[in-house]
């Protein structure tokens, strides 16, 4: 498997793996995420590309084709009144193609990205998972990240 940092002719595979992320969180919370759509437009995908503090790599697999991909997002806190100053890389989204999950293109992908951040100075590593996206918090738990925040809602 070859991971690299993603090129704009890699847009049509990422936008089908970012259809099948929103699908997933479509099924699992229809009251808050539309069918059928992805997260970024194409124009967004070309700036998010282009762009060294949103760092998005491609796992490619032996035959070229694009199996996997993972969107960063370096954020730095200096000077806040409440947080100290550290550097973190935020995962905005981790997907395999649906066939090939289990596959271990995922771990792959993560001990890229925690190498990526070690090596650019990175305090941590930080994201989000959705309560609709149990085999997701799994998985992240099982490369060993823990929960530090919890975001909670009621619906009116």
């Known amino acids: 498997m070859k991971i690299t940092r993603a090129a704009v002719k890699d847009i049509p595979n990422i936008n089908r793996l970012l259809h099948q992320v929103l699908s997933v969180h479509h099924n ?4 808050l995420f539309k069918a059928n759509c992805k997260k970024y437009t194409n124009p967004e995908l070309k700036a998010i590309l282009k762009n060294d ?10 035959a070229g084709n694009l199996v996997g991909y993972v969107f960063c997002v370096i954020e730095i806190y200096q000077d806040d009144n409440i947080q100290t100053d550290r550097k973190t890389l935020y995962i905005d989204d981790l997907c395999v193609e649906a066939l090939m999950r ?4 995922g771990t792959e992908l993560y001990r890229y990205v ?14 989000n998972v959705w309560s609709c996206n149990p085999d997701a918090a799994a998985f992240y738990q099982a490369m060993g990240m823990t929960p530090y925040k919890t975001g909670m809602e009621v619906i009116l």
């Open 102 to 105: 289990g596959k271990h293109i």
């Open 53 to 62: 503090s949103r760092p998005v790599f491609v796992a490619f697999d032996e």
């Open 114 to 127: 925690l190498n990526y951040a070690r090596t650019i100075g990175c305090y941590n590593v930080t994201l």
């Open 28 to 31: 699992g919370r229809p009251d």
